[in-house]
């Protein structure tokens, strides 16, 4: 059974003091000298260990229980001080050397003195970082055996490094049952092997509509968000029972991200204006009462330091272009700007997680060359500021994180290329070594996770949804027809869908775990699949001749702009660019307009249907274009500097400034945007009370209203058919519940 470090620190200090008893609190002063544990986790420790060397419930031929008192390491222990045993103990211990590792007071660079870096590890194998130790045997003592000082009773000298380690190494080479070979061979055992490997989940909620979540640091309470009927609320469940209790009354506000304190006794949580731009953080006692606020403009979930006097977040200046990890005093108006990145290089808003020891602050950030694996983990070092990479793994993008009790990896919800289904699963990475990989692999998607203090338990709100298309005449809900009869899909607002001007609907689905794109009749009949044997095929957009289809497709590794004839056939790739996305043909059939991540930010550029060299048509951030029905104009989506909201913009179709700027009612930022058929208005999904509609917002600047009058489910996506008679949407119910996921 491989060794956690924590184990394996318990291991080293009995050895070493071998002999001698050592006091229960003098040892966990020892192995936790930052942190309150329980006793438990020391006996925990011990039993590890017991059942490592092969001790019966009865024997004791390794570790002695002293009563009320503690334990004693009592195998004979040979020490030997050879030269020859110093490379095998600095070849044994090499890699916990490393992962040890700290910089000293007087050096802020993030890595070792001796310039031992975890990317050379990671790299270069672990050969390279050995011998270099190896080389340095007897030059200093790591500073891993320095944060482990000898208890204050013991009376002998301490050792020199080569005894320290050769008296381990003889007690394991002594050991039976092949402990030694067990060594040789684990010692260096990728540390993803050692948490939630096998799992066991438990469904906590079943009200369907669970937004944030965290869980306490004793792990008996979850405290979320539940959104319903007038607005969203905030509640505390108790784990061991069907407990819920309401903290906060539902009001008419987004929230975003809980955090408990690191004693258990406040819960901290943002909320902003519904959709708007500026976050405020307030707390609340874990039972209920008043709330406090505590600062304004904090943009995304924040995260304590272990001595709970500090806390971090993410802070968006959108003048200086720049996002930037803030540090903030719990007690007090005081903060720091402890790094920043300048777009298009970027923080996560999912939020940071700040390290158990106090040292680093994780975070997922995205890099300026975009791919499908882009977002990146690094960790900050809170003292320099300093910033380095956590994994060599990339995401196509990342949720909120959270460290392991015990500093030994971070657990987060992430989405990766190599998945052929686009779902968000829980990951794990070990620390420092970077290893990644799934704790859950289904067909669920996950939102949000927050961790227990004993590093064995973690909640997480897994999601998933109820869809159907929908026909809908002339925008009338009473006379909206069910076509479809399924589960839909859980990402029908990214995916995209478009009318043919025959009416049949060319949509993207994952009906067969794949990302593909499809076509059906109006009624829903004669499905068909058209795109194979490729991952990531979505976006469609059905060209006006009913020719052709402009999709994205991953195909290649990257995300490009593709052509393919009606049925399927004669794929055709148009751009070789950066992810490049939301394709719209123009209504003559010649040109393709998307948005392309050139430099890390998104602008509008058009290439021509059969492809060659493609023109940039803005220069500032662009999402969503839609080309007007005369081909005169486009509409697309930008961020508004100064109230920091997606505008809907109007710009010429061969660029240039915008002409018109409209607010969106309700629209969320991945709401398509759709001309009416006319080309008099604009059209997307507001969504307001608990359900959406279509709204349209006229051009010529009068007030938005919307067409249909649904009065439950969203919409997530939508087109209209090309005769302007009815429109086509995917509607349905998102199901967000909590399930508690625990190390078995």
């Known amino acids: 059974m491989p060794l956690t470090p924590k184990v394996f620190d318990t291991l080293l200090v009995l050895v070493e003091n071998h002999g001698h008893v050592l006091e229960k609190d003098d040892l966990m002063k020892t192995l936790w000298p930052d942190s309150f544990v329980e006793e438990s986790s020391l006996a925990q420790n011990i039993s590890l260990l017991r ?88 030059k200093g003592k790591p500073a891993y055996l320095a944060s482990i000082p000898h208890p204050s009773f013991l009376t002998r000298h301490q050792k020199p490094l080569t005894f320290a380690f050769a008296a381990f190494v003889v007690a394991v080479i002594a050991l039976p049952f092949g402990l030694k070979e067990w060594f040789a061979n684990n010692l260096f055992r990728n540390k993803a092997t050692e948490h939630f490997t096998s799992i066991s989940i438990t469904k906590l909620t079943d009200a369907g509509k669970v937004k944030h979540l965290a869980i306490s640091p004793d792990g008996k309470h979850v405290g979320y968000v539940l959104e319903g009927d007038g607005g969203q ?101 005081a903060e720091r700007k402890l790094s920043a990145r300048k777009q298009p290089d ?156 025959d009416g049949r609907i060319v949509y993207t689905s994952t009906v067969i775990t794949a990302t593909n794109i499809w076509i059906m009749e109006v009624d829903g009949s004669k499905r068909k699949q058209l795109t194979f044997d490729a991952p990531g095929n979505f976006h469609p957009a059905v060209s006006p001749d009913g020719r052709f289809i402009v999709f994205v497709s991953r195909r290649t590794g990257r995300r490009h702009i593709w052509r393919m004839d009606i049925d399927g056939s004669n794929l055709k790739q148009l751009t070789s660019g950066e992810a490049e996305i939301t394709p719209s043909v123009s209504p003559d059939g010649k040109w393709v307009f998307y948005v392309s991540y050139f430099q890390g930010i998104p602008t509008l550029w058009r290439v021509s249907i059969d492809g060659g060299e493609p023109v940039q048509l803005t220069y500032e951030h662009t999402l969503r274009p839609a080309v007007s029905p005369d081909g005169k104009l486009i509409a697309c989506l930008r961020i508004d500097k100064s109230s920091r909201r997606l505008k809907i913009v109007v710009i010429p179709s061969e660029g240039g400034e915008p002409l018109k700027f409209f607010e969106q009612v309700g629209a969320a930022s991945n709401s398509p945007i759709r001309w009416s058929p006319d080309g008099r208005a604009l059209t997307y999904i507001g969504t307001a009370d608990g359900g959406s509609n279509i709204w349209s917002q006229p051009l010529d600047g009068s007030s938005p209203k919307p067409l249909t009058n649904f009065t439950a489910d969203h919409i997530f996506r939508f087109d209209w058919s090309r005769d302007g008679k009815h429109f086509v949407c995917e509607r349905g119910v998102n199901i967000n519940d909590i399930v508690l996921i625990r190390d078995k």
């Open 346 to 501: 970027s923080y996560s808003f999912a939020g940071p997680s700040w390290s158990p020891d106090g040292k680093t602050i994780a975070c997922a950030v995205s890099n300026s060359t975009p791919t499908d694996s882009n977002v990146l983990l690094v960790g900050i070092d809170v003292r320099s500021g300093v910033e380095r990479p956590l994994s060599t793994q990339g995401w196509g993008w990342v949720s909120q994180l959270a460290w392991l009790g015990d500093g030994s990896g971070i657990i987060f919800p992430a989405w990766n290329q190599d998945t052929p289904v686009i779902n968000d699963q829980i990951w794990f990475i070990t620390y420092p070594e970077g290893a990644a990989r799934k704790i859950t692999n289904d067909l669920n998607s996950y939102q949000s996770v927050s961790v227990g203090a004993d590093s064995n338990t973690l909640v997480t709100v897994q999601a998933d949804r109820l869809a159907n298309f929908w026909a809908v005449p002339n925008g009338d809900a009473n006379r909206a027809t069910k076509i479809t009869h399924g589960a839909g899909d859980k990402l029908g607002e990214i995916y995209g869908m478009s009318v043919a001007p």
């Open 51 to 138: 059942k490592a060397l092969g001790e019966g419930n009865s024997e004791r031929q390794y570790i002695e229980t002293i009563p009320r008192r503690g334990y004693r390491f009592v195998a004979h222990v040979r020490e030997v001080e050879s030269e020859n045993t110093d490379i095998i103990i600095e070849r044994r211990t090499a890699a916990r050397v490393i992962i040890e590792e700290e910089i000293s007071d007087s050096d802020h660079n993030g890595f070792a003195k001796e310039d031992i870096s975890k990317e050379d590890v990671r790299h270069n194998g672990r050969a390279a970082a050995q011998d270099e130790i190896i080389n340095n045997a007897g």
């Open 233 to 333: 609320s905030l509640w505390v469940r108790q784990v061991a029972s069907t407990s819920n209790v309401e903290i906060l009354p539902p009001v008419e506000v987004d929230y975003d991200g809980l955090t408990f304190s690191r004693d258990g006794d406040f819960i901290y949580y943002i909320t902003r204006e519904i959709r708007g731009p500026i976050g405020i953080l307030y707390r609340v006692p874990f039972l209920g009462g008043t709330p406090v606020k505590v600062k304004d403009d904090v943009d995304s979930p924040i995260t304590f330091s272990p001595d709970n006097k500090q806390y971090a977040f993410i802070r968006g200046y959108p003048e200086q272009m720049e996002l930037a990890l803030i540090v903030a005093d719990i007690d007090g108006d």
